[in-house]
């Protein structure tokens, strides 16, 4: 910030900012995953109905005022079951990316701050770790770690973590060189105390858009290993567990697959979209 | 234009050329190893017995000779590192080792199967480009419909998750409109719903890539330049703009490549398609190391060929970059 910048902010500054509304796509995105995070929390909230409740008879009824989103091959309730999977997918999402954010946040310090060699070392070790295309990655830590929610978590972060790693490491060594740096280390700041206070939080405020849009990815990269058979189990209504029991009936009841896929491609363009206004407001801000 | 761009490298120009080839070659050694001991050290890491999975899997039934035998060939009971040195030795003098699930040599599987894969992985890529370019130059600063029809039509397609799109495009154009056939096997009419189901995420995505540098492109003067010179919008925007705005694509497409591959594992089971996708999970699940990995060094392979690759085109497209490595 320059210094007439500084001085323009000087008159009104104890003024509120404007109220400006948010466009209409933003509003949407943030409603959606609003209603996401309610029915993850209190799925009652949406549905009355049992997700797990058999009912033979009502087996294979395509979307009604009843059921919204049609039944399964068993009469369960579609969607009552998606709205149960919210749960499991956002925890996903968010398990994985907070995973793959701490692999990312330890690599890039190290490659960071630990010197000429380790920048080198870690540098190529993530060049090489992304030449494996995340769901191959992903795949060889889900195949042998069993099944549940936990492995799926761990897959994915793994799967997903080089990426991040890269722009935590391009982020960390920017910040490393910047003039607050140097001034806390003039102050005589501990190194540890130095990387806790500047280092970190200034490299990781240009990831918050990345960090949001990378919980919808991971819900999809999830997904993708669940419909796989590697992950949760049916009849567990999580996303891409049900896409994968739908599969074997796309030709006679398409609605078993496209309603929880499109749930998930709903989430997917909701981070994204609240991610892309994240980063307008943050840029705005001279951030 | 480009014919200096495209003009045959002279003897000083070739010279370097061929240092650089032989030290992506000799990186593109470094890593494949580096990428068969992430694989290695991955597999043995997680659990599962690896004296069954080297015999046969879950499924098979050795005896105790074959058993002793096996533990002796791999030194299974020695230290992990003593193990890795013993599968570095193997690897590096050509032998992939005999897949269980498949019943044959680990080459001769990649060799029947890596065909089909680059082949769908190629079809999508210049698809996924071609819709890429079409809803960029089209519909990019337009009016305010139609940029914001583009770009929504693209965030849309870019959050498309393949597996999904690849069910839904089975259940509309081959179970309802019965245009393909559900299981992909030779031929051009087998190929058309898994390129798709590929290619739709990946246009939305390199779409708003490029759609971003070709607004950044349109600003710059020499596009003012250009239409003072009379040129209609499209000759301005395919013969000056575009060629800055491809850039990011571009040097995205190794990665976009890999992902092609990664995805691959999907549209491939859910086609009931040969390639390394599928053989990839079935390989995976069924423990079957030796294949395993060399499908992983497959792709690492070809994720180098494709940055190779990618880096060459983007000197062509940018003679800037060749005038500053001069």
Do not use: C
């Not at chain 1, 068993?74 to 079951?81: K, N, P």
């Not at chain 2, 050694?29 to 991955?42: K, R």
């Not at chain 2, 079809?123 to 770009?151: P, Y």
């Not at chain 2, 395993?292 to 190779?308: D, F, N, R």
Request: overall charge positive; proline content about 6%; charged content about 10%.
């Amino acid at each position: 910030m320059s210094f007439s910048d500084a001085l323009s902010i000087r008159p009104g500054a104890w003024r509120l900012p404007a109220l400006r509304l948010p466009p209409l796509r933003a509003i949407l995105a943030g409603l959606f995953l609003l209603a996401l995070a309610l029915a993850a929390i209190e799925p009652r909230l949406f549905t009355a109905a049992n997700p797990l409740a058999i009912a033979p008879r009502e087996a294979f009824q395509p979307p009604s005022w009843v059921h919204l989103f049609g039944t399964d091959q068993s009469g369960r309730d579609i969607f009552t079951r998606v709205i149960y999977g919210a749960r499991q997918s956002l925890l996903l999402g968010v398990g994985a990316v907070a995973l793959s954010m701490s692999l990312a946040i330890i690599l890039g310090l190290i490659g960071g701050l630990g010197g000429r060699f380790a920048e080198r070392a870690v540098s190529w070790l993530l060049d090489v770790l992304f030449s494996f295309p995340t769901l191959v990655l992903a795949l060889l830590f889900a195949a042998h770690l069993g099944s549940g929610i936990g492995p799926l978590i761990i897959a994915t972060g793994i799967g997903t973590a080089p990426g991040y790693a890269r722009m935590v490491l391009g982020q960390v060594i920017a910040a490393r060189n910047a003039g607050y740096v140097e001034a806390a280390r003039a102050l005589g700041h501990p190194p540890l105390r130095t990387i806790a206070r500047q280092i970190l939080p200034n490299a990781m405020r240009p990831l918050i858009v990345t960090i949001t849009m990378g919980i919808g990815q991971a819900i999809v990269w999830s997904s993708a290993l669940s419909f796989l058979g590697l992950g949760a189990k049916p009849p567990a209504a999580e996303w891409g567990t049900m896409l994968a029991m739908g599969r074997d009936f796309v030709q006679r009841a398409w609605w078993l697959t496209f309603f929880p896929g499109l749930f998930i491609v709903l989430t997917t363009l909701a981070t994204t979209v609240f991610g892309r206004y994240l980063q307008h407001r943050l840029e705005g801000r001279g951030a | 234009m480009s014919a200096g761009v495209l003009a045959f490298p002279s003897g000083d120009g070739l010279g370097r050329l061929g240092q650089r080839v032989a030290i992506r070659v000799l990186v593109g050694i470094l890593v494949l190893l580096a990428s068969a001991t992430i694989t290695f050290f991955a597999l043995k890491l997680t659990p599962g017995d690896p004296v069954r999975a080297v015999l046969g899997g879950p499924t098979a039934n050795p005896s105790p000779e074959t058993i002793a035998a096996t533990i002796r060939e791999f030194g299974l009971d020695r230290p992990l590192i003593v193990q890795y040195g013993l599968y570095l030795e193997r690897l590096v003098s050509g032998n992939l080792g005999v897949s269980f699930s498949q019943r044959q040599p680990v080459a001769s599987v990649l060799a029947q199967q890596i065909g089909p894969t680059l082949q769908l992985t190629a079809s999508a890529m210049l698809v996924a480009w071609a819709l890429a370019l079409v809803s960029v130059i089209g519909t990019t600063r337009r009016n305010r419909f139609l940029s914001a029809f583009g770009s929504g039509l693209e965030a849309v397609a870019a959050s498309l998750p393949q597996f999904w799109l690849a069910l839904v495009l089975l259940a509309v154009f081959a179970f309802g409109l019965k245009w393909f056939p559900p299981q992909s096997r030779d031929g051009f009419a087998g190929l058309v719903l898994p390129t798709l189901a590929l290619a739709i995420p990946l246009a939305g995505f390199l779409a708003q890539v490029t759609r971003e540098s070709l607004e950044l492109a349109l600003d710059q003067p020499f596009i003012l330049s250009a239409r003072t010179r009379g040129l209609s919008d499209l000759a301005v925007r395919l013969r000056h703009a575009l060629r800055h705005a491809v850039l990011p694509g571009i040097s995205l497409s190794a990665w976009a490549v890999g992902s092609l591959i990664g995805n691959a594992v999907l549209v491939e089971v859910i086609f009931s398609r040969q390639g390394l996708g599928r053989i990839l999970y079935q390989a995976v699940t069924r423990q079957d190391i030796p294949l395993t990995i060399g499908v992983t060094l497959v792709v690492t392979i070809v994720y180098i060929v494709a940055s190779t690759l990618a880096d060459l085109l983007f000197v062509l497209v940018d003679p800037r970059i060749k005038a500053a490595t001069r």
